[in-house]
């Protein structure tokens, strides 16, 4: 297992987070939940997107336009993988505790 350096980022890793817990979320709703600008979202969704971890879908709910967000399998892989790197991080520093 390794970290993967796109996630290295706190701001990438909390939208991926976010994102591994729903099928479809709104743009609007990342950007609350992860406290982020629109134009902070929107530059850290493109470089996930151009990365093919996320899938970006606009479109309009009535004459209002929305833009959601999805998860993809090679994003999801990428979380569960890098996740497990810093689980196995804990993991080794609990071993190597030092004895009361």
Request: hydrophobic letters at 40%; glycine letters at 4%.
């Amino acid at each position: 297992m390794e970290f993967d350096p796109l996630l290295a980022d706190p701001t990438r890793l909390k939208i991926l987070a976010l994102l591994a817990s729903c099928d479809w979320a709104e743009f609007s709703f990342v950007r609350d939940t992860a406290g982020l600008s629109k134009s902070a979202l929107s530059k850290q969704v493109a470089k996930l997107e151009t990365h093919e971890y996320v899938e970006v879908h606009k479109g309009y709910v009535g004459k209002f336009p929305r833009t959601s967000l999805r998860l993809t399998g090679t994003g999801r892989a990428a979380i569960e993988n890098h996740l497990a790197a810093l689980q196995q991080i804990v993991d080794q520093s609990r071993r190597h505790e030092a004895p009361e």
